[in-house]
């Protein structure tokens, strides 16, 4: 998963299927908008230099701003005052296309003007697609944590509470977070000893890990030999050494670390090929499924979601546990 950074808009564009759907909403808001505030009468300083305005009405009422570049007039008279209510209609309705009456007022003239005005707006205004990608991720950044709130509340005893789960850190503590992870995973790799020092740092605070082998056949193999490490006593030692270690992490490889450790190897192959490891990894995918959880690292701390790495990933995860000690949290 890469770091929490506003991505290039034209790569968001190619990347982001969503935002092409959008540009097109966006583009008829754009101008619509455009339009509605353009008066008949140019400004004062233009006003002077042009002859007399069209007398025919207004786009739309004058109560509406006026801009800094106004259009044709011979382009705005074409348009009458029912046909102006009906763009505010539009524009009203920038995510749900007019009406097909409402599209039959409008003559091939008309919609070809229309056409041209906002061309040349957008052409001449390109920060409108910054500005309107920028509303849009807020847009979606606010709709997905009040899911991620309610898919919370409605899984919480899985999520922080489960029995059966891997811990680090105090096991009676006040706080839980919890961290959804791959052992392939770079940016897990790299957010380990912000967890580290989460932990060490805070006596209190419960860490509780939910394996999410996404990345490889090898990270499955991994997440495998780290649970069955977990009947031994020995998870957050298995967890600590295989994000520490630089490259591929396998069976191979994660059974060479638990060697290294002292753990019972003949034990440990044996509880890798239970039905509940298995079990424990799927309820963990179904989870991350649920929580809406698609990228890796991705902690949860109360109803709160910090994903990937940032750069300051203790401090945040430290904020909220304070925050949530003062404000108090039912199941975490």
Not at 117 to 122: D, N
Not at 205 to 224: D, H, N, Q, T, Y
Request: net charge negative; with cysteine; glycine share 6%.
């Amino acid at each position: 998963m890469s770091l929490d950074a506003r991505p290039n808009p034209l790569r968001t564009l190619a990347e982001r299927k969503a935002l092409w759907l959008a540009v097109p909403a966006i583009a008829l808001l754009a101008g619509l908008a455009m339009i509605g505030s353009w008066s008949v009468t140019p400004p004062k300083a233009v006003a002077q230099a042009q002859p007399e305005p069209d007398p025919s009405p207004a786009l739309f009422p004058a109560a509406v701003a006026t801009t800094a570049v106004p259009p044709k007039l011979e382009a705005q008279a074409t348009f009458s005052p029912e046909q102006r209510q009906e763009l505010g209609k539009i524009i009203k309705e920038t995510a749900v296309p007019p009406k097909p009456e409402t599209q039959a007022t409008f003559s091939p003239e008309q919609k070809q003007e229309l056409g041209k005005v906002i061309k040349e707006y957008l052409l001449a205004n390109p920060e409108i697609f910054l500005e309107a990608q920028t509303a849009l991720e807020a847009k979606m950044e606010k709709e997905q944590s009040e899911k991620l709130k309610v898919a919370i509340a409605e899984n919480a005893r899985e999520i922080y509470r489960d029995p059966k789960a891997d811990i680090a850190g105090n096991p009676n503590g006040d706080i839980t977070v919890v961290e959804f992870f791959d052992y392939n995973c770079g940016y897990c790799k790299r957010g380990l000893q912000d967890l580290i020092k989460l932990v060490e740092g805070d006596p209190n605070v419960r860490v509780v890990f939910k394996e999410l082998p996404i990345l490889s056949k090898g990270s499955e193999e991994a997440s495998r030999v780290a649970i069955a490490a977990g009947r031994q006593g020995k998870y957050w030692d298995m967890h600590k050494a295989m994000l520490e270690t630089k490259g591929q992490m396998n069976e191979a490889n994660a059974l060479a670390i638990a060697t290294k450790l002292g753990l019972d190897i003949e034990k440990l192959k044996k509880d890798m090929a239970s039905p509940e490891v298995e079990e424990e990894i799927k309820k963990s995918e179904a989870l991350a499924k649920k929580m809406g959880v698609n990228g890796t690292p991705h902690f949860l701390v109360g109803d709160r979601a910090v994903p990937g790495a940032p750069e300051d990933l203790h401090d945040q995860l430290a904020n909220h546990v304070k925050e949530l000690r003062k404000s108090g949290c039912s199941y975490c």
